[in-house]
C-alpha cells in the first residue's frame, strides 16, 4: 500500500459574516451551565427499543422551552414535535436561494447505576474539580443543549441567518432512531428538502491518545461503521447435574464465543479512511515516530499493531467482536436445555455485513451451534473532505476558530448515529463534536463516570455559534495556488 502526505492547502480570504464575536459574559457563562446541568439531571434513558422513560422525555421538552425562550418566540424559527418527543427546528436564513444545512443530536442517553463505580451519581451533574459529572454529559447532551444555547445567545444579539438551517434532536437514537430521526427524515423528505451538509455527534478532539502524536487533533468522522449482530445458540437435553455430559450447552457455547473473540476480524488498517486521518497527521508526530511517519507505506504494519493495542484504537483499524449478552440456566442442579449469547460486530469500512457473516460462521464452525443474523447494515457512504467541500471546510474553520491549536483530519466513526438515516438527504454527512478525548476518556462514554469540562462545555457552545455564522458564506474562498 501507498501512503501520501495530505496537506491541506490554504484557503485564501474567508467572505466576512461572522459579525457576532464568540464570546460569552461571566452571567452567559453561568446561566449555560445551570441549563446544561438541569438537562444531565433528567433521566431521558432509553432502556431498550419498548422502554423509554416517557416521563423524561416530556420533561426535556419543558426544559428546552424554559431555558430558550428566544429560539422558541423567534419569528425566524419554526418548531415541530416529530414522533411525540424528538424535536425539529426550522431556522428561516434570509437567502433562500442558498441550500440549507442541519444540525443533529440526541437526547436520549443509556442507562447508568451509581453502583458501577461512579464517583458522582449519574444524574446529579455534580461538579468535581471543574468537570460536570453525569451520563449524557459527552453523549449527547453537550451537542442538544450547546446548539441551542449557541442559537439562543445569536438570537439574543440580533443574528439573522442567511442560509436556512435545521436542526434536528432525535429522542432514540440508542435504540436505532426509528421514530426520531427516522421520522424527521421523512418529514424533510416529504418537503422535497435536501441537506448542503449534515453535522452529527461523532468523533471528538483526542488529546494524547495515539503514541508519538504530541498535539491535539479534531477527527471529522468522514463515514461510519457498519454493524450486525448476531444470536448465537445451542440446545441440548436437559438432566441431572449429578450425571453430566462431557459438554453442556454453556460449555459448546462459551467455546464458541471464545472463539470469536481470540479470532479477531482481520486488521484491515490502510483500507478505510483511518487511511487519510494518518496521512493528514503524519507531519504532527514527533521525532522518534518522524521515521515511520514519514514511511507510512512501509511501516504501515508495526503501526497497525501498535493501533490494535488499545480498545479505542483497535476499534479504528478492524471489525470488532463485542459479546454483550449471554443467558442460560434454570437451577443449580438442572442441566441447561438451552444457552443463547449475542455477539455485536462493529463493521470496518472495507468490509460488508455478508463478509462478516461468512467470517463468523467459519470462526464458529460447530454444526451444534446455530448462527441467527439478528440485524445489521455496511458501513456508511464516505463524505467527501476536499480542499472545496463546503461542509468539512465550514467544520474545519469552525474548529480552528474556537481552537486554533488543534489540528483538523478526516476519521471514521467507531459508533453509529442518526445521521446514518440522513443519506438520501444529502452526500456529505460529518460525525463530530469538540469535546477533548484524553487517556482514559474511552471508558466514559456508555461506562462510569461520563463527564464533561465546565469550560470545554463553554467552547462546545463557542463552536456552534461559530458554525452557524461561518455557513452563512455563500461561497468557500478561493485556494491559494
Ligand atoms: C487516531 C486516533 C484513533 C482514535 C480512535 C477512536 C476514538 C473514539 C472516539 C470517540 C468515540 C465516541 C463515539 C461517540 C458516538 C456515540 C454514539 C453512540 O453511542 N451510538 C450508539 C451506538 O453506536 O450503539
Ligand atoms: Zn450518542
Ligand atoms: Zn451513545
Redesign the pocket.
Known sequence: RTFTFKVNRELGQWENTSTIYPYLSPEQKEKLLDNFKVAVQIPTVSFSESDQNITALQEFDLLLRRVFPKVFSSSLVRHEVVGNYSHLFTVAGADAGLEPYMLLAHIDV?PANEADGWDAPPFSAQEIDGFIYGRGT???KQSVMGILQALEYLLERGYTPRRTFYIGLGHD??INGEEGAVKIVNLLKSRGVKLLYVLD????I?DG??DG?NEP?A?IGVSEKG?TTVKLSVSTPPGHSSMPPRESSIGILASAVARLEKNRMPNLFGHGP?RA??EH?AHKFGWSYRMIMSNLWLFSSLLSSV?EGQP??N??VRTTTAVTMFNSGVKINVMPAYAEAFVNF?IHSSQTVQEVLNLIESTVSDKRVKVEFINGFDPLPISSYEDDTFGYQIIKKSVQDIFPQVTVTP?I?????DSRHYTQLSPDIY?FAPSW?KPGD?AR??GVNERISIQNYEEIVLFYFQLMQNSDVRNLPTLRS
Do not use: K, P, W
Open positions: 443509556v459527552i453523549d449527547n437514537e440508542e455527534e461523532g468523533l471528538t483526542m491518545v495515539v502524536l487533533a477527527l454493524q483511518e486521518t494518518f497527521l493501533l479505542d484504537t476499534a479504528f462493529r476519521g466513526c467507531v459508533a453509529n448515529t460525525r478525548y474511552s462514554f456508555h
